[in-house]
């Protein structure tokens, strides 16, 4: 089992910034890719970024440029710089991690973020 823990959302003004963090724990010695995906009022949850533990890393076109992940190998934390944030921008946000042995995801609790205009 693995346990995601976040941090990190709240409300902003339209340009400003936030950082997201996912601390993970458990049986994190299995966990391949960490990402953050996020859900909005009558939209399906989305891919915002990943990064897999070779770091490879993928971001969804509406956040390239602006969102920027990384990643702690050492801490089992993922971490979602977010700038010029837009009112779009607003969701719920999830961690997600993979067992790369069962290939299981564990999402996190979600964390809101909200963008002012």
């Known amino acids: 089992q693995v346990q995601l823990v976040e941090s990190g959302g709240g409300l902003v003004q339209a340009g400003g910034s936030l950082r997201l963090s996912c601390a993970a724990s458990g049986s994190i010695f299995s966990i391949t890719a960490m990402g953050w995906f996020r859900q909005a009022p009558g939209n399906s949850r989305e891919l915002v970024a990943d990064i897999t533990t070779g770091g490879i890393i993928r971001y969804a076109d509406s956040v390239k440029g602006r969102f920027t992940i990384s990643r702690d190998n050492a801490k089992n934390t993922v971490y979602l710089q977010m700038n010029s944030l837009k009112p779009e921008d607003t969701a719920v946000y999830y961690c997600?991690?993979?067992?790369?042995?069962?290939?299981?995801?564990?999402w996190g609790q979600g964390t809101q973020v909200t963008v002012s205009s």
């Open positions: 997600k991690a993979k067992d790369g042995r069962t290939w299981r995801d564990y």
